[in-house]
Each structure stands twice: as C-alpha cells, then as structure tokens.
C-alpha cells in the first residue's frame, strides 16, 4: 500500500488518539494528505501550534465539522482515500446522562459517516470501537455495538468493488483523557486514592499500539471485519501500587454500568473469530463480499470468550509504569 498517493481523514483527530496517529501516520508513513476533521477550534489551534515548525505540516489540512453534519462530512470527504473513524460521545457517565446525545453521535454520525464515504468514493474507512460494545451494560456500550453492526453491513450498501468497511475493537489506553491514571495521577498528591471495585480487572494498550493496530488494519481489512488486539490485562490494585503506592485506598462502590471485567470477545463471536499470533479477526456473519479473504487464522473453540479476567497477558505494576512513563515504585 503506497501510502504517498492516499488522502487520509481522521474524524474525532484532535483527541488522544488523534494526536498520535497524526504523529505517526506523518513522520513514518507520508500521506499525500491528512484531514483533521473535528468540531473543537481551539484544540485545532492547539494542534497546529504542535505542526508549525515541521516540515509535513504542509500537508495537514483542519476541518471544523461535527459527524451530525452530513452536508459537512460530504463536502470533508472530497477526494479523501482513507477514513479512520475516531470522534464518538464516550464517557460513560455522560452519555447515561445526555442519552440522546449518545445516539446522535454514535449510531446518527456513524450512518453520516458511512453514507459520506460510499458516494464520495472512500476506498477504506476503519472505526474505532471499545470493549464495551461486548454485552454492553451501558448506553455507551450500546451505541458502539450498534455503530460496529452499521460499519459491517455498510459494505452491503457499497456493493462490489465499492467502499470498505471495518472496525477496530481495543480496552483500555494507558494515559487517554477520562482514564483512571490521570485521575490517579491527581488523587495521589491529596494522598488517598478512590477504587470502584478491588476485583476489577481491566485490558490495557498505549496509544502508539492502538495507532499502529489500526493501520494494520487499513491495510490488512477486505471488508466488515472487527479487529481486536491480543493485549495483556491488569488487576486494579496493582494498577493502585503502580501508580500510588504510599496512598490509601477508598472502595466507593462499582458504578452504574461498570463491570467488574471486561470482553473483547463474546461466545457467541468466537464462532466466526479467525487466531492469529497477535491479534483475533472475528468476520462478519453475512459477508459475502470478503468471502476466503482470510485463509490462514486458527478456529476458535466452542464457547471461547476473550476476558480481562481469563487472560494469559498480565501487567506488573513495574510493566504499567514503563508504558504509562511514570517512577516505578520501589
């Protein structure tokens, strides 16, 4: 895939994710062009700051627009190659409390995106989605796992040889906004920390894997596939010893629509999940337009589910600080 001929948009590319994939996708893989797309212009001012003094900032372009907006999305998606889909409602609390909102956001603004891409004549889109779409017990949860079912059979409404569609399926990111190490890292001066549930476990990945697992996915999809990366899990508490180990601990209670674990994939997805070394690549259950695409995965067993808890890839505290670049506590 020759990336020097292909204009990318990153919806959502202000955030965390976006920073980085900006990042990286410049400096290591030189689109002809790259779309910033977000409703935020002063985080878009912010950014710009980061790229005036380097030599590719010629090649960033920022639009203001939010995914509601189709008028927007069609007019940001002119003679755009590749899509990743970033921008979402995803605090949980939030949504909860602003339902509609949730949903104008992350099932409207999935449609708008998938409706844009296939008559502007996106080649690939790839959307990020959460762990929480797996037998979701939240709003949230709920509007990614009906924003990934869009996404797939979107390729359905792309016909042959027309618009790809796939999803990126991923826990939780060390240091994104809203995670529990920022809070810990603001807790911690006060000398006390605040823990839902001490069995918690949970998945962790660092931004620069999530980046590059999705342009793995880019170039590797054929269409309606939701990727999910083999990443190792954490135990709360060791996260709490990781990041503040002289402070005391108070156990508020979990919250309504937390779980005590995790899924990155259910029972019922396994039936149709490829096993590669890295990664599980679970396909869609009507695909026909990336029928023997992939040849070469591991079944999966029967009743086979991916879980914080049940996971062979366990984090230290000593590991969590090296990927969270904070002192390892002696």
Same mark, same amino acid.
């Given at each position: 895939?020759?990336?020097? +001929?292909?204009?990318?948009?990153?919806?959502?590319?202000?955030?965390?994710?976006?920073?980085?994939?900006?990042? &990286?996708?410049?400096?290591?893989? /030189?689109?002809?062009?790259?779309?910033?797309?977000?409703?935020?212009?002063?985080?878009?001012? @912010?950014?710009?700051?980061?790229?005036?003094?380097?030599?590719?900032?010629?090649?960033?372009? *920022?639009?203001?627009?939010?995914?509601? +907006?189709?008028? %927007?999305? *069609?007019?940001?998606?002119?003679?755009?190659?590749?899509?990743?889909? /970033?921008?979402?409602?995803?605090?949980?609390?939030?949504? @909860?409390?602003?339902?509609?909102?949730? &949903?104008?956001?992350?099932?409207?603004?999935?449609?708008?995106?998938?409706?844009?891409?296939?008559?502007?004549?996106?080649?690939?889109?790839?959307?990020?989605?959460?762990? =929480?779409?797996?037998?979701?017990?939240?709003? #949230?949860?709920?509007?990614?796992?009906?924003?990934? !079912?869009?996404?797939?059979?979107?390729?359905? #409404?792309?016909? $042959?040889?027309?618009?790809?569609?796939?999803?990126?399926? #991923?826990?939780? &990111?060390?240091?994104?906004?809203?995670?529990?190490?920022?809070?810990?890292?603001?807790?911690?001066?006060?000398?006390?920390?605040?823990?839902?549930?001490? !069995?918690?476990?949970?998945?962790?990945?660092?931004? $620069?894997?999530? &980046?590059?697992?999705?342009? !793995?996915?880019?170039?590797?999809? /054929?269409?309606? @596939?939701?990727?999910?990366?083999?990443?190792?899990?954490? %135990?709360?508490?060791?996260?709490? %010893?990781?990041?503040?180990?002289?402070?005391?601990?108070?156990?508020?209670?979990?919250?309504?629509? @937390?779980?005590?674990?995790?899924?990155?994939?259910?029972?019922?997805?396994?039936?149709?999940?490829?096993?590669?070394?890295?990664? *599980?690549?679970?396909?869609?259950?009507?695909?026909?337009?990336?029928?023997?695409?992939? =040849?070469?995965?591991?079944?999966?067993? $029967?009743?086979?589910? *991916?879980?914080?808890?049940?996971?062979?890839?366990?984090?230290?505290?000593? $590991?969590?600080?090296?990927?969270?670049?904070?002192?390892?506590?002696?």
């Amino acid at each position: 895939m020759d990336w020097s +001929d292909l204009t990318v948009l990153i919806t959502g590319g202000t955030g965390s994710f976006g920073h980085k994939f900006t990042e &990286v996708v410049l400096r290591e893989f /030189a689109p002809k062009k790259l779309i910033v797309f977000s409703r935020d212009e002063l985080k878009q001012h @912010e950014m710009r700051q980061l790229w005036d003094d380097r030599p590719n900032d010629s090649r960033i372009r *920022y639009f203001v627009g939010d995914i509601r +907006d189709r008028d %927007r999305l *069609y007019r940001a998606m002119k003679g755009v190659d590749i899509v990743v889909h /970033a921008a979402a409602l995803k605090q949980v609390p939030a949504c @909860e409390y602003n339902p509609f909102e949730a &949903v104008q956001t992350n099932v409207h603004g999935a449609q708008n995106i998938i409706d844009a891409a296939i008559d502007t004549g996106v080649k690939r889109v790839v959307a990020l989605s959460s762990d =929480k779409a797996v037998n979701p017990v939240n709003l #949230y949860g709920a509007t990614k796992l009906v924003a990934e !079912r869009l996404f797939i059979q979107g390729n359905a #409404y792309a016909g $042959d040889g027309g618009t790809r569609f796939a999803c990126v399926r #991923y826990g939780n &990111v060390v240091g994104s906004r809203g995670s529990v190490i920022p809070l810990f890292r603001t807790q911690r001066q006060s000398g006390g920390v605040t823990v839902t549930d001490e !069995r918690m476990t949970r998945f962790w990945l660092t931004l $620069d894997q999530a &980046v590059r697992f999705v342009l !793995r996915a880019i170039e590797q999809m /054929a269409g309606g @596939e939701v990727f999910v990366p083999k990443i190792p899990s954490m %135990r709360i508490m060791d996260l709490v %010893r990781a990041m503040a180990p002289d402070c005391t601990v108070s156990f508020t209670g979990i919250r309504p629509g @937390e779980k005590v674990h995790e899924a990155l994939l259910s029972d019922h997805e396994a039936a149709h999940t490829l096993e590669f070394d890295d990664m *599980y690549v679970i396909q869609p259950e009507f695909g026909w337009w990336s029928l023997g695409h992939w =040849k070469h995965g591991k079944p999966l067993q $029967d009743g086979f589910r *991916y879980t914080s808890d049940a996971n062979t890839a366990w984090l230290s505290p000593s $590991d969590l600080c090296r990927m969270a670049d904070v002192a390892v506590p002696v």
